[in-house]
Structures are given as C-alpha cells and as structure tokens.
C-alpha cells in the first residue's frame, strides 16, 4: 500500500489557538491549517483570509466576536486558493480585496482548484455545500492598496512582493504595530506547498521585500505566530532554505522521479515531521520541475492530475 493521497487521511481535529497580537489585532491558529486574522479600525473590521467554506468561516467569526462586534467592512484574501476563498460569503464584508492577478487566476483555474483542493484535504471543507460559489474581489490591486484604521491606529498597507508561491501573493502590513499577515510566502514550523509558484523569484527577490519591511511579528500562512525579530528571521529564513534546497536537488536531477527522491531525502530530517510535508511535495518538485525546463507559468491542477504526479512520485 503506497501513502494515503494527500492529506485525504488527515482527519483529526486541530486544536485552533486564538492570538491577540496587539490592541484589536488578531490571529487565529490551528497547528498547521491555514491561519486567519483581523484588525480592527476605530468603527469597522479588517479580515485576512477566508477559510474554505462558510461553516468553517463562521466557526471563526464567532471567537472573533468574542472580543469586537465591529462590521466587517474589508476582506482581504491573499490568493487564490480554494481553502483560502470559498468561505467568503460568510463575511458579509463591503469590499473583497485581492492583488489583480488573484483575480485573473479565480478566472483561469478558480473551478479546478476548486475540485483539486477539496479532493487533497478534505477535512477543511467543513460542509461544502455550503460554498455558493468561486468568490469574486470587488477590489484589487497591483502594488499598494492602503486602509486607513482611523484614529490613532494607522495605516494597513496590502502589498505585493513579487511572485511567489503565486502570481497574485500579497502581505497585509501594520507599520504602527511592526506587524505583517504574510499569507502563504512565508510558513513558520510547517512545510511549504509551491505546486503553483515561481521558485526563484520567490526565494530571492520576493522573501528579501517580506524581510526589508522589518516585521516584529509575522503570521505565517501555516504554522505558529513568530514573534520577535528572531522568530521573525527563522520563519523568513526557514522559508527560504526549503527553496534552496529544492532548488539545488531538482536542478540537480536527471528526471522528475530522481528530483522527487533527491528533494525528498535531502528535506526529510529538518522538514518531514512539519504539517503537510508528505502531501505537498510531490506536487511542489512536479512545478519546479516544470519551472527549470521552461514551463514559466504554473500548469493547471486538476483533481485528475493531481492523482497522476502523486501516484507517479510518492513511493
């Protein structure tokens, strides 16, 4: 018997962790699914990220109202992906703000990621027939997009670093308070999944703009709060070393397979052990592979495809 697909066996419940990282901002954590957040303005609500259904969606919105009942008048969604998007529609937020290649892809790939993504991890799709749809931005961007919280409390800049583990990635940024949502261009303590990225830009260009900001906090879009500018460091840095070394291993490889077995081998003792790392790499070498013999742009997944690269490269 070959390795469960995906993370189709990841059936237990994750403990969620609800962070108060300054006055009215927020994180919710769940030991490697996806983290969400929120801030909070002098008379409205900032949220970041969307979870994957509206069931899910609420469940979060309910310890959220714990502590603020403030009108969502922004939501913020930092790409593409389905287990990002799909609970939109339980905000009941003014705006949905995303860079404008986010839009572009939900176009191009929103259905088969869709498909691909609730196939791959089952568990986060929390009654799906609750989703109405793919979620569409009423606003988007291309560098900056800057909020206004009103008050004393500053600015919130979204802004997009470059390409990276999508074309469309944007970080969610307080200068005030020193503190960034990163989404998914930065994990802390959890593995990367880069089945749709731009493996060089993101491990030069597009990690040395995250880190220029000079974050005190950082929410990663997977894995525990790093606090403090050497927490901070590690995640950035934790980051950037699984691309490299992806990148020495595949670049180093004579056909996908070999590259599967040598990025495997070479990640395992540090990684293997970090949420979803076993799922994500036969997906991730297949991209990269793909990037360095001249397909620039990622190939759509599919549920489909998505069976044939994991039964082709997990042993």
């Known amino acids: 018997?070959?390795?469960?697909?995906?993370?189709?066996?990841?059936?237990?419940?994750?403990?969620?962790?609800?962070?108060?990282?300054?006055?009215?901002?927020?994180?919710?954590?769940?030991?490697?699914?996806?983290n969400v957040g929120a801030i909070e303005a002098e008379d409205f609500l900032v949220c970041f990220e969307a979870l994957a259904t509206p069931v899910a969606a609420r469940e979060w919105l309910a310890r959220l109202r714990e502590h603020t009942d403030k009108p969502i008048r922004y939501l913020v969604l930092s790409h593409y992906h389905a287990v990002r998007v799909l609970g939109a529609s339980a905000f009941g937020a003014d705006?949905?703000?995303?860079?404008?290649?986010?839009?572009?892809l939900i176009a191009e790939r929103g259905e088969q990621d869709w498909a691909s993504e609730y196939a791959r991890m089952p568990r986060l799709f929390k009654e799906p027939e609750s989703i109405p749809g793919l979620t569409?931005?009423?606003?988007?961007?291309?560098?900056?997009f800057t909020i206004d919280l009103g008050g004393?409390?500053?600015?919130?800049?979204l802004a997009h670093c470059g390409r990276g583990h999508t074309e469309g990635d944007l970080v969610a940024w307080l200068p005030k308070q020193r503190i960034m949502f990163a989404g998914d261009l930065v994990e802390s303590q959890a593995a990367l999944y880069t089945g749709d990225a731009f493996h060089l830009e993101w491990s030069a260009a597009t990690l040395d703009k995250v880190a220029s900001f000079g974050a005190r906090t950082l929410v990663g879009g997977r894995g525990a709060v790093a606090r403090g500018r050497q927490e901070v460091d590690a995640a950035i840095?934790?980051?950037r070393d699984f691309l490299a070394v992806m990148l020495r291993e595949v670049g180093a490889a004579g056909s996908v397979k070999e590259a599967f077995e040598r990025t495997h081998r070479?990640?395992?003792?540090?990684?293997?052990?970090?949420?979803?790392f076993e799922h994500c790499l036969p997906f991730n070498v297949s991209r990269l592979w793909d990037e360095l013999h001249g397909i620039e742009r990622p190939r759509i997944w599919t549920a489909e495809r998505d069976r044939e690269v994991w039964d082709q490269l997990q042993p």
Not at 15 to 33: I, P, R
Not at 136 to 144: C, G, L, N
Not at 152 to 157: A, N, Q
Request: charged share 25%; proline share 7%.
């Open 152 to 157: 004393d409390r500053g600015d919130l800049v």
């Open 266 to 276: 070479a990640l395992e003792p540090r990684y293997g052990s970090w949420p979803i």
């Open 237 to 239: 840095g934790q980051t």
């Open 1 to 34: 018997m070959g390795k469960p697909f995906a993370s189709s066996a990841d059936l237990g419940e994750k403990k969620q962790s609800m962070e108060v990282l300054a006055e009215g901002v927020y994180a919710l954590t769940a030991e490697g699914d996806p």
């Open 95 to 104: 705006v949905i703000v995303t860079h404008d290649k986010t839009r572009e």
């Open 136 to 144: 569409w931005p009423t606003a988007t961007f291309s560098d900056t």
